[in-house]
């Protein structure tokens, strides 16, 4: 046989070496399950995600990331073990090295400064069980009362607002499965065709079934081209154009008096205020026309059946608390909630953003959505932690906060897991400077991300093949994350690392956990009887569809539609809250003239650690671009894909033009993926909701100027001296962490 016929042939064998192991992805809150196939060919490997046609949520989709998750868990970026940075490198140590040096450490700065003096920061990614372990890991083994999470910039707007008008926060209040049945379809600030991309099919199915579907968003979006009317208004306004369609549906009759009657609180006097507006001004203020405004109340208003949807671009502002109990306002006045295809949904970001903000990695929060303040909450609690209740601490501040007790000096020591806050949290250079006044700083991540760069010490973790564990979709679906890969090197699992550190600071029995459902079990326990009540899931009952809280016992279905009967406060009815105009917090002025909003883009996923070192993702999108429209262009002296710079009252940032009449006049916008000088978060305002403390990233006033002004560099005579700067074409350098 020839040679080649051999080679072949061993390939052939080879290639039959194929494992399939079943995977989630690990990004948005769509969850989307998939068969991972690990081909070896001879020595090289190849990966192929396929969707699960079983998946009821995704329906057999995955999107782009999801399809290219498995690339930067496959990376030889991975850290595969603890790092330690001596003279300003870093080197690898033992685990028991590691473990012995963070608690020396926090035993260390607590006898000096108290308690309180370390914080401990967390986030969205991780599973329930990682959740509500690294609240007790806080609270317990730390004792701090300063614990606080990523998805305080995420759901907090949202998840007040829910809190406070139903009684209840979970992101949808019914299952995806009913879209295709609503007549009008509401997405405010929401960009689902590039964050949730695998449920855009429901909301087209709907439209077959002759669904009228309203965008509100400043940029004309993949979204916005399913809408049949965009209102495309001015950043920061959403209130205005919330109160303008009440008005209308007041006014021209269209709001469910018998529902408001039985259900609600708080009608009446938000009548009487609405009276006092003028459609005119409203339209004014909020750059939409009064006719769309009116065609906009007239098509909900009519419709039998509807949803209300919000996202970040209605709740990412200093007042994004007010904004969505004012989208809340059109639901309950229209009486289209707790029905078949009718409800709210505040569409969840990350992976486990909902179960992540039900457990207690929150600075005012317990397990099971209890409140940290509530006496009867902390008994029962302390209870299942076996710990008196005198020493549970009360609550804390959130997270932009933390940064700010960080720099005053009054957080001398930091334990971070799941987050990049250097590059996520608004006002970046100021959070840089004070992660860098810490005297101790422990990141546990899969990457040396740019916060990670700054830690005294890095903890390897696993990836979302490695780490089994429970998720909860934005339906409210809690699902079971299966992952069969063994983690690279020393790399541990999160709760691993949480029990080890604990046990460490003499807290053995209360971490004696051998499995995540084991974990699973004790948040079931300490879930029990509160909001979000997980009693009676089971990782048995999770092998197949999921399934929704509340599920308070194991022979209850759970709950894929609220407030069927009733609403979730004491006295069964929902809240109507005042219509509010709220100004601008930093209103355009001439030496900062535009406005400048914020968000996402299909192919990377948040602060980008992950999906730049995905080189599928990253071929697609190399660096960021900031979306301007042409008038504004010219007006400004900006020439399309060139670099300028952009310049708030905080701190600038180098970025490539990308012009287009998608996006209007006043406004522009810029993803926030990437790090260093390419971060959008340099010059974002860190104002916070005083509700919630949700920054205000979706609008601050800015100005923009060419990086090389061809006018100005251009000498006299326009002959070019050697060595002044020339425009080039080349990319920036991006910002990855550089290889461990
Ligand atoms: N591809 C991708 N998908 C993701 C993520 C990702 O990073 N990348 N992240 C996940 C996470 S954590 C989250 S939170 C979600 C976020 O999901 P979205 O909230 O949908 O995403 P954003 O792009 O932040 O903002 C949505 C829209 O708000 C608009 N907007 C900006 N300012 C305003 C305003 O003042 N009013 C109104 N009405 N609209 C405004 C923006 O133009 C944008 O199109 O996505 C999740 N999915
Ligand atoms: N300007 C602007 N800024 C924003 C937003 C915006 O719209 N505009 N949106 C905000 C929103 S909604 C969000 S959610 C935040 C998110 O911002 P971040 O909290 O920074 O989110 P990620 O980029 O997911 O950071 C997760 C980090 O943890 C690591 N990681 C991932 N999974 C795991 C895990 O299971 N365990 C451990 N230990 N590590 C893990 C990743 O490698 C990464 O370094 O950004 C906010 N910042
Ligand atoms: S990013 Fe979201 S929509 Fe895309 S595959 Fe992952 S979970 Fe599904
Ligand atoms: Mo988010």
Known sequence: MSDFLNHFRSVQLEKAKENIMPAQCPYCSVQCSMELTEERIVTR???????????????GRLCIKGANAHQHVMTDERI????????????????ELAIEYITEQFKAIQSVYGNDAVGVYGGGSLTNEEAYLLGKFARVAIKTKHIDYNGRFCMSAAASAGNAAFGIDRGLTNSLSEIPDAECIILAGTNIAEC????????????????????IDPRETATAKLADLHLQGKPGMDAYIANAILKVLIDEGYTDHHFIQQQTTGFAALTEQLKQLDLHELAACSGVSAEQLQLAAKKYGEAKTGFVFTARGVEQHANGYENVRQFINLVLASGKIGKHACGYGAITGQGNGQGGREHGQKADQL???????????????????????????????????????AEQGELSAMFIMGSNPVVSNPNAVFVEKALKKLKFLVVVDMFLSETARLADIILPS??????????TNLEG??????????????????????????????????????????????????????????????YDRLKEEGVFWPCPEPQHPGTPRLFGSSFAHPDGKAL?????????????????????????????????TQTRRSPDLQKRAKEPLLEIHPDTAVEFGIEDNALLQLRSRRGSTVIRSKITDTIRRDTIFAPFHWGDLQSINRVTNPVLDPVCRMPEFKVCSVTISPLIDKQRSLPDDSVTKADEPVETNESLPQSHGSAV
């Open 576 to 608: 109507f809250y005042p219509a509010q105009q709220p100004e601008l917090n930093e209103a355009p002025a001439s030496d900062y003239p535009l406005l400048l909003t914020t968000g996402r883009i299909m192919d990377h996923y948040l602060s980008g």
């Open 367 to 405: 397990p099971g959505y209890r409140s940290i303040e509530n006496e009867e909450h902390r008994n029962y609690i302390a209870r299942i932690w076996g710990i008196d209740e005198a020493d549970l601490p009360r609550k804390g501040v959130s997270a932009y906060e933390l940064m700010e007790k």
């Open 462 to 471: 696993s990836s979302y093949l490695e780490d089994e564990g429970t998720m």
């Open 45 to 59: 490997k190849r990966y192929k995600a396929k969707p699960n046609k079983q998946d009821p949520v995704s329906q």
């Open 80 to 95: 595969t073990s603890p790092l330690l940075k001596i003279d300003g490198e870093f080197s690898p140590i033992s685990w």
């Open 477 to 538: 679906r809690v699902v079971l994350r299966k992952a069969e890969r063994k983690p690279p090197g020393e790399a541990k699992h999160d709760w691993e690392i949480l029990c080890s550190i604990a046990q460490a600071l003499g807290k053995p029995e209360a971490f004696a956990f051998s499995s995540a459902e084991d974990i699973f079990n004790e948040l079931r326990l300490a879930s029990r009887g509160g909001i979000a009540d997980y009693y009676g899931i089971t």
């Open 196 to 215: 949730q991309p695998t449920i855009v099919p429901y909301f087209r199915q709907a439209k077959k079934n002759g669904a009228f579907i309203i965008v």
